[in-house]
C-alpha cells in the first residue's frame, strides 16, 4: 500500500477527555488519549485502518499472544515545538525496527510507509494531547499481536496492530544506581534479544526484583555465556565515557536491542568529533576505570528519558560512585541538543522530526 491511498475511517469521541487531565500530577503511563487506532490482520493481509474511541477490546480466552507470546511493541515520541507544531521523533526508525521484530516473531510486519501514517494519523487526532509545557510529550505505544483463538503451538493467522499514546510529563529520575548482573540473562544469542518482543520484559522483572532488594534501580545486563561482556542498562542502552571517548557495546550479536536514542546520541557526538567506540566493552574495563576514576560519564540512553546518568555502579560487594552530574559536560550538552531539535530551537540537520 502506498502512502497516498492510505486513508483510515475516523471515528471521532463525542467528547475530549483533554480537559480534565491533571497536567501536574501525571503518572507515567496511566493516562491515555482520546482515541486509539486498530487494524486487523485476517485472509493473509492487513485490512483497513481504524481510529476510534480508546476503549477496551474483547477478548477470547484462548488468544493465541496470551499463551504463547507472539506480542511486539514499539515505543516513540511526538512533541509540541515552540513553533506550536507537533513532531515525532524519528518514527522511520521504530518502522524499521517493528519489521525486524514481527520477522523475527512470525508475525506480519507491518510495512513502514504505512506505519508512520497511522502514528502520525492518531497523533493528529490527538494533537491536544501533546502539551506545550516544558519537559511534557505524547508517548506512542504501537503494539502488535496474535488474535488466533485456539490452543496451539504455531505462528497464528490473525493479529490486531494497535496504537495507543499516553501524555507523559517530565522524567525525574533520581542519580541511578545499577549493579553489574553475573546470573541472570537478559538475552542470549540466537535468542530474541533484539526484538522488542513482550516476553523479553516479563522476563526481566525477576532478576529486576531481586537487585532492588539490595537497594539499586536497575541492572547492567552482561553477556549469556561468561557473563564478562556488558550488553545494556534495564531496558535503555548504556554509554560510558573514558578519556573523553564515548564507548558502548556493539550490536552486531542479536543481544542488544538496537536503540533509536543510542544511535542518534552516537551521530551527534560523532558529528561534534567526539571519538566513539562500539565494540565489545568488558565489565573488567569498567570496573577498573570506575576504581581509578578514569571513568568520566556512565547513562543510559532510551526514549523515556532520552538520558539517565548513572551514580553508582554496583560490582559484586563494591559501590562504585561516579563522578558528580555537573561534571559530566558531554552528555549534558547532549541531553540539550537533543531537547532543542525536538522543540525545534536548532535547525534539525539530520531530518530527525517528522512534522504531524
Ligand atoms: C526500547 C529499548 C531500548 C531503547 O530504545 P529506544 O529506541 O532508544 O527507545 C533499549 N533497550 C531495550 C531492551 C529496549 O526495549
Not at 483510515?8 to 483533554?18: A, E
Not at 558529528?271 to 566493552?281: L, M, N, P, Q
Not at 563522578?323 to 540539550?336: A, G, M, Q, V
Request: with cysteine.
Amino acid at each position: 500500500m502506498s502512502l497516498s491511498d492510505t486513508s483510515f475511517s475516523i471515528q471521532p469521541v463525542q467528547q475530549s477527555r483533554v480537559g480534565d487531565v491533571d497536567w501536574d500530577n501525571l503518572a507515567f503511563g496511566k493516562i491515555f488519549s482520546d482515541h486509539m487506532f486498530l487494524m486487523e490482520y485476517s485472509d493473509g493481509q492487513w485490512q483497513a485502518g481504524e481510529i476510534l474511541p480508546f476503549q477496551p477490546i474483547p477478548m477470547h480466552p484462548a488468544m493465541s499472544a496470551i499463551h504463547y507470546g507472539q506480542s511486539i511493541f514499539e515505543g516513540l515520541k511526538a512533541y509540541r515545538n515552540d513553533d506550536n507544531d507537533t513532531v515525532i521523533f524519528r518514527p522511520d526508525m521504530n518502522a524499521k525496527r517493528f519489521i525486524e521484530s514481527a520477522e523475527r516473531m512470525c508475525m506480519p510486519p507491518i510495512p513502514e510507509d504505512l506505519f508512520i501514517e497511522s502514528v502520525r494519523k492518531l497523533v493528529e487526532v490527538d494533537k491536544e494531547w501533546v502539551s506545550t509545557k516544558p519537559g511534557y510529550s505524547l508517548y506512542i505505544r504501537p503494539f502488535i499481536f496474535a488474535t488466533d483463538e485456539l490452543v496451539g503451538i504455531k505462528p497464528a493467522e490473525t493479529y490486531k496492530f494497535m496504537i495507543i499514546t499516553s501524555p507523559v510529563g517530565m522524567y525525574y529520575s533520581e542519580p541511578v544506581r545499577v549493579k553489574i548482573e553475573e546470573y541472570y540473562t537478559r538475552a542470549a544469542k540466537g535468542g530474541v534479544g533484539r526484538a522488542k518482543a513482550a516476553g523479553n520484559y516479563g522476563a526481566s522483572l525477576y532478576p529486576a526484583k531481586q537487585c532492588q532488594l539490595e537497594g539499586f534501580h536497575q541492572l547492567i545486563w552482561t553477556d549469556a555465556v561468561e557473563h564478562k561482556y556488558i550488553e545494556e542498562s534495564g531496558t535503555m542502552n548504556i554509554v560510558f565515557q573514558i578519556d573523553g571517548k564515548l564507548i558502548t557495546p556493539s550490536e552486531d550479536s542479536d543481544t542488544i536491542l538496537r536503540g533509536i536514542t543510542k544511535r542518534s546520541v552516537l551521530e551527534l557526538a560523532k558529528s561534534w568529533g567526539v571519538e566513539v567506540e562500539e565494540r565489545k566493552v568488558s565489565v573488567e574495563e569498567i570496573i577498573h576505570a570506575a576504581r581509578n576514576g578514569t571513568l568520566e560519564d556512565a547513562f543510559g540512553a532510551g526514549t523515556a528519558a532520552t538520558i539517565a546518568q548513572i551514580a553508582i555502579i554496583g560490582f559484586r560487594d563494591e559501590r562504585l560512585e561516579l563522578p558528580p552530574f555537573e561534571t559530566r559536560t558531554l552528555s549534558n550538552k547532549i541531553k540539550d541538543h537533543m531537547e532543542d531539535i525536538k522543540l525545534g530551537r536548532i535547525p534539525d540537520v539530520n531530518g530527525w522530526c517528522f512534522r504531524v
